[in-house]
T-cell receptor
Framework: GQQLNQSPQSMFIQEGEDVSMNCTSSSIFNTWLWYKQDPGEGPVLLIALYKAGELTSNGRLTAQFGITRKDSFLNISASIPSDVGIYFCAGTGTGANSKLTFGKGITLSVRP | SQTIHQWPATLVQPVGSPLSLECTVE??????LYWYRQAAGRGLQLLFYSVGIGQISSEVPQNLSASRPQDRQFILSSKKLLLSDSGFYLCAWRGIAEAFFGQGTRLTVV
């Protein structure tokens, strides 16, 4: 089946730093999604990408749909303590009724 | 706008007891609905999904079952809980591509 790879499992950054997260797959995806999960809560959709090459921003967050359609990245600029959480990438593959596949997530810690 | 409600938020149940978690969606009709389990704050494991009333697909064999008695209601059940059923359970509905999650239920089986 389709898989999305996110690594490393955890990232530790200093407040104010920028951070970039990657999500890769061996399969082509038609949609890329980025979610953030705060402790004890459900994941919240941050950014959705629908076209290869698309670059979308949401405040300090920027995400891009890779040209090959096999990867996506999420950038967080000028990190703040409330950026801590688990960041998941997700995507839908080709074909009708394609399932939504999730990566295993990256836990981000921000040191004040 | 669409909203998704999931309850209870936390639950502590003894081994062997039954389980019923409920999820309802407002503001949309005929949604695709999903139950996920998350262990130890990590990845999301898809348990069940439903494309319509009475239509349930199971992704992994387990001690749990799901039902969809109404268009916007999705229920996760067990007749007898196991210790291994502990985890964070999430309900979600899916639009064209995106999924939107409920607040989750933290289940602890003791």
């Amino acid at each position: 089946g389709q898989q999305l790879n996110q690594s490393p499992q955890s990232m530790f950054i200093q407040e104010g730093e920028d951070v970039s997260m990657n999500c890769t797959s061996s399969s082509i995806f038609n949609t890329w999604l980025w979610y953030k999960q705060d402790p004890g809560e459900g994941p919240v959709l941050l950014i959705a990408l629908y076209k290869a090459g698309e670059l979308t921003s949401n405040g300090r967050l920027t995400a891009q749909f890779g040209i090959t359609r096999k990867d996506s990245f999420l950038n967080i600029s000028a990190s703040i303590p409330s950026d801590v959480g688990i960041y998941f990438c997700a995507g839908t593959g080709t074909g009708a009724n394609s399932k939504l596949t999730f990566g295993k997530g990256i836990t981000l810690s921000v040191r004040p | 706008s669409q909203t998704i409600h999931q309850w209870p938020a936390t639950l502590v149940q003894p081994v062997g007891s039954p389980l019923s978690l409920e999820c309802t969606v407002e503001g949309t009709s005929n949604p695709n609905l999903y139950w996920y389990r998350q262990a130890a704050g990590r990845g999301l494991q898809l348990l069940f999904y439903s494309v319509g009333i009475g239509q349930i697909s199971s992704e992994v064999p387990q001690n749990l079952s799901a039902s969809r008695p109404q268009d916007r209601q999705f229920i996760l059940s067990s007749k007898k809980l196991l210790l291994s059923d502990s985890g964070f359970y999430l309900c979600a509905w899916r639009g064209i591509a995106e999924a939107f999650f409920g607040q989750g239920t933290r289940l602890t089986v003791v």
